[in-house]
């Protein structure tokens, strides 16, 4: 173990669960005390671009805080100390309050809503695609905990929700609008509750951070079953920040890129989980890209492929354009679980019918990905450029591309098992 691990367990260690309920007394504040009489003439002032991102923005906060309210309870019962089921306790009764600060906010300044399930119901046109996917499988982890307590599905939740939702969505967007209206000075009233909504989830943030650290140390099953909820979720959590049409002037109408935002969450998501003793660049799949990158690259690289709809939401038509096709096969190769290659090199060749050909090479616990025909494949994949991006997303299922000959397959068919071994990530390729 490195030095900065050790330093990173002993942050996390310094972390009580008494301090966290402590730190939950002192600050208590009440949703329904917020002065929201200057605000509704704040709103006014803007834009009109501004206030269509700030209600595409609100809402995903409004939506979440409720969701996760309603989620608890589980988490609660799963917990195997008592400090940790007191301190979600205190952290439902947060959550709840966060919901009723949005709820006022909706409804006395931008005039939404009358009571919490309408303006609940006026939010969701808002939500995007990798939101509702972020939020269903929030939904679907609550149930899962209810039939079963065991720690490393307690993992899972935990990283979700505290890790996931709190530390790597909530945290830059809060840090944005706080900053603007900070300067601004226009929703004195929602800014205030920001400030409070932010510090909760500070706190939440550290708890979860205790609480994995604790269970990694106790149990590689634990982090392996955090790590395949991250490779499935992540490609959802990637695309909660598009805003309409990846058009940027959602962002900058506030004075931030998207890259800030995403630069933001990654190194945010980064720093937290190496706290945990468990680092995002340790666990095969889940980040492949190339860490000397640093956070501004890789938010970069990202936001190139959300744009060119080759990562994100369903897309009939991702780009083709030779540096998409470079990025997108440089994932490719980092994504490959290299413990799971066979002891001879493999080669895969991808022929599109509408975009140029590569090929990847994995041999001897490496991978590389090269543009062109190689000049022998141990696997050949044919269909066109749209349907294979559909089913690395997950989106097409590969069995039944294969059914339906949109993909064709040409190789050994234990070949094809050990494909599907190598990709780890969700919708991964041909996986059975």
């Known amino acids: ?67 996760v309210a309603d989620n608890l309870s589980p988490y609660i019962d799963a917990a195997p100390k008592e400090e940790q089921k007191y301190f979600l306790a205190t952290q439902q009764v947060d959550e709840a309050r966060h919901s009723v600060f949005f709820h006022r906010f909706f409804k006395e300044v931008i005039g939404a ?82 400030t409070h909504v932010s510090r909760d989830e500070q706190r939440h943030i550290g708890f979860g951070v205790k609480v994995l650290s604790e269970l990694f140390r106790e149990s590689e099953e634990c982090k392996e079953a955090v790590r395949e909820l991250l490779l499935e979720v992540l490609p959802y959590a990637l695309a909660v920040f598009n805003p309409p049409n990846m058009d940027r002037e959602w962002t900058r109408c506030y004075g931030f890129e998207l890259e800030d935002i995403y630069e933001f969450g990654i190194r945010s998501a980064m720093t937290k989980w190496r706290a945990t003793g468990y680092p995002l660049e340790e666990m095969p799949g889940v980040l492949p890209v190339d860490p000397e990158l640093g956070p501004r690259g890789i938010a970069e690289r990202q936001i190139r492929l959300l744009e060119a709809n080759v990562m994100g939401a369903p897309h009939p038509e991702p780009s083709r354009d030779p540096d998409v096709q470079r990025l997108f096969f440089d994932v490719v190769a980092r994504s490959v679980d290299t413990s799971a290659s066979p002891g001879e090199p493999l080669t895969i060749q991808w022929r599109f019918r509408d975009a140029d050909p590569w090929h990847l090479i994995v041999a001897n616990g490496s991978t590389r990905a090269e543009p062109g025909i190689a000049p022998s494949a141990d696997i050949t994949l044919e269909t066109t450029w749209a349907d294979w991006i559909a089913v690395s997303k997950g989106t097409l299922d590969a069995r039944r591309a294969l059914f339906t000959r949109r993909l064709r397959f040409r190789g050994s068919p234990l070949r094809l098992r050990t494909l599907a071994r190598l990709f780890p990530r969700r919708g991964r390729p041909l996986a059975s």
């Open 1 to 67: 173990m490195s030095v900065a691990q050790q330093d990173n367990i002993r942050a996390a260690d310094a972390i009580t669960y008494e301090d966290l309920y402590r730190r939950w007394e002192q600050n208590n504040w009440q949703a329904t005390a917020l002065d929201f009489s200057k605000d509704r003439e704040g709103w006014e002032e803007l834009t009109d671009l501004q206030k269509r991102s700030g209600l595409w923005l609100y809402s995903m906060f409004f939506y979440g805080e409720d969701s």
């Open 113 to 194: 809503g009358e009571d919490v399930s309408s303006t609940l119901a006026y939010t969701q046109p808002q939500l995007n695609w990798g939101y509702r996917n972020v939020f269903g499988r929030l939904d679907r982890m609550a149930e899962e905990l209810r039939r079963d307590r065991s720690l490393p599905k307690f993992a899972q939740a935990i990283a979700l929700y505290h890790l996931v939702v709190e530390g790597t969505l909530a945290q830059p967007g809060q840090h944005f609008i706080e900053d603007y209206f900070a300067k601004a000075g226009t929703l004195p009233g929602f800014s205030e509750g920001m």
